[in-house]
């Protein structure tokens, strides 16, 4: 299944501690809200996978206005990827951590996961998830 998140990349922020509680930001929750209802949106009524996991995310990030014509090509042609923040362990996070119970029941099933940075027109994440099936001994 392939999910597209549209909109600026977010990370997941550390919990916050007031004195009493620990909480979550305010940020971090929003994004999570606009994961779930992107996935809702493009999966409604979907049954959540139960088997191990293999998820791919791509993370696309605006190009900045001030670069150049021929450095724009450049980023847009993957030839320069941004080494920008968030972190990539921080996006996958919060994606995989919004789609618990949604895409898959919780996101230790995942036993594979590759993720990736990229300069794009319109920032985005896009998600490849899949079941991973064994065929007499292999993984299909």
């Given at each position: 299944?392939?999910?597209?998140?549209?909109?600026?990349?977010?990370?997941?922020?550390?919990?916050?501690?007031?004195?009493?509680?620990?909480?979550?930001?305010?940020?971090?929750?929003?994004?999570?809200?606009?994961?779930?209802?992107?996935?809702?949106?493009?999966?409604?009524n979907?049954?959540?996978?139960?088997?191990?996991?293999?998820?791919?995310i791509?993370a696309?990030?605006?190009?900045?206005?001030?670069?150049?014509?021929k450095?724009?090509?450049?980023?847009?042609?993957?030839?320069?990827?941004?080494?920008?923040?968030p972190?990539?362990?921080?996006?996958?996070?919060?994606v995989?951590?919004?789609?618990?119970?949604?895409?898959?029941?919780?996101?230790?099933?995942?036993?594979?996961l590759?993720?990736?940075?990229?300069?794009?027109?319109?920032?985005?994440v896009?998600?490849?998830?899949?079941?991973?099936?064994?065929?007499?001994?292999r993984?299909?």
């Amino acid at each position: 299944m392939k999910i597209t998140i549209q909109g600026k990349v977010q990370a997941k922020q550390r919990p916050r501690f007031n004195g009493k509680f620990t909480y979550t930001p305010a940020q971090t929750k929003n994004y999570e809200n606009w994961v779930k209802l992107s996935f809702i949106n493009q999966y409604p009524n979907f049954k959540p996978l139960e088997n191990e996991l293999t998820v791919s995310i791509k993370a696309y990030f605006e190009i900045p206005k001030s670069v150049s014509k021929k450095k724009h090509e450049q980023m847009l042609n993957g030839n320069i990827r941004p080494t920008i923040k968030p972190d990539l362990d921080n996006i996958a996070k919060s994606v995989l951590d919004a789609l618990n119970k949604l895409a898959y029941l919780d996101d230790k099933q995942i036993v594979f996961l590759k993720v990736e940075k990229f300069y794009a027109e319109s920032p985005r994440v896009e998600l490849m998830v899949e079941e991973i099936s064994y065929d007499e001994g292999r993984i299909l």
